[in-house]
C-alpha cells in the first residue's frame, strides 16, 4: 500500500499526558497537512509542511501542539499535557506541491483523553 | 479569516434522486474547489474538483458548478445509490478549510 499511512490507529491517555503520533506521507509528495476532526464536523486544518519546512500554523492550535517533519519525509505531532477536549481523530494527509495538488488523507490516528 | 458553509447538513433522497449540495465561501481570490467523501469509519476521499477557470465540471453522475460571482459551488449527484450514501465535505483555499459536511442518506 503505497498511501498515506499513521500510526498508532488508536490512542488512549489520561489528562495530562503527552502523545506523539507519526505520518508516513505518499513517498513522492512534498507537502504534509495535520487535520484534526471531531464527531459531526469537517476536518480542522492544525498545520502543514512543504519538505521540512512549516509553512502555516493554525491561530486556533494550541501551543500545546508541536508538529515537525525534520526530513522531508514522515511527521509527527506531539501533544503535551493533554486535555479532555483533545479527544479527537487526527488525519494527515500529502499532495504534490503545485498549486491546488489534491490532499491524500490517511486514516487517521484516534484519540480519547480520559 | 477563510470560512466555508455547507449546506444542508442532511439530506434524504429516494435511489434514483438526484441530491443537490451548497457552499458558499467567503474569499473571492479561492480558485480551487474540491469536494470529499467520507463513509463511516473510513478517510475522506476527493471525489471531484473544480477550478475557477471553468464553471462546470462532470464525472460520470457526478458534477460540480461554480459561481464565482456569487461565490458559491454545488455538488449534483444524479441517479443516486445506497452506496452514496455517506458524508459529503466541500472545501476552498490552500492549505483547504473545509465545511461541516452533509451527511446523505440514499433510501433504497
Known amino acids: 500500500d503505497t498511501g498515506v499511512s499513521q500510526d498508532p490507529r488508536h490512542k488512549i491517555t489520561k489528562r495530562g499526558q503527552n502523545v506523539t503520533f507519526r505520518c508516513d506521507p505518499i513517498s513522492e509528495h512534498n507537502r504534509l497537512y495535520w487535520y484534526r476532526q471531531t464527531l459531526g464536523q469537517g476536518p480542522e486544518f492544525l498545520t502543514y509542511?512543504?519538505?521540512?519546512?512549516?509553512?502555516?500554523k493554525s491561530r486556533l492550535l494550541s501551543d500545546r501542539f508541536s508538529a515537525e517533519r525534520p526530513k522531508g519525509s514522515f511527521s509527527t505531532l506531539e501533544i503535551q499535557r493533554t486535555e479532555q477536549g483533545d479527544s479527537a481523530m487526527y488525519l494527515c494527509a500529502s499532495s504534490l506541491a503545485h498549486l491546488n495538488s489534491p490532499l491524500h488523507f490517511g486514516n487517521g490516528t484516534r484519540l480519547t483523553v480520559t | 479569516g477563510e470560512n466555508v458553509e455547507q449546506h444542508p447538513s442532511t439530506l434524504s433522497v429516494q435511489e434514483g434522486d438526484s441530491a443537490v449540495i451548497k457552499c458558499t465561501y467567503s474569499?473571492?481570490?479561492?480558485?480551487?474547489f474540491p469536494w470529499y467523501k467520507q463513509e463511516l469509519g473510513k478517510r475522506p476521499q476527493l471525489i471531484i474538483d473544480?477550478?475557477?477557470?471553468?464553471g462546470e465540471k462532470k464525472d460520470q453522475r457526478i458534477a460540480v458548478t461554480l459561481n464565482k460571482t456569487a461565490k458559491h459551488f454545488s455538488l449534483h449527484i444524479t441517479e443516486t445509490q445506497p452506496e452514496d450514501s455517506a458524508v459529503y465535505f466541500c472545501?476552498?483555499?490552500?492549505?483547504?478549510?473545509f465545511g461541516k459536511g452533509t451527511r446523505l442518506s440514499v433510501i433504497a
Open positions: 509542511f512543504q519538505n521540512e519546512a512549516q509553512l502555516e
Open positions: 474569499d473571492s481570490a479561492s480558485n480551487y
Open positions: 472545501a476552498e483555499h490552500t492549505p483547504l478549510v
Open positions: 473544480i477550478r475557477s477557470n471553468v
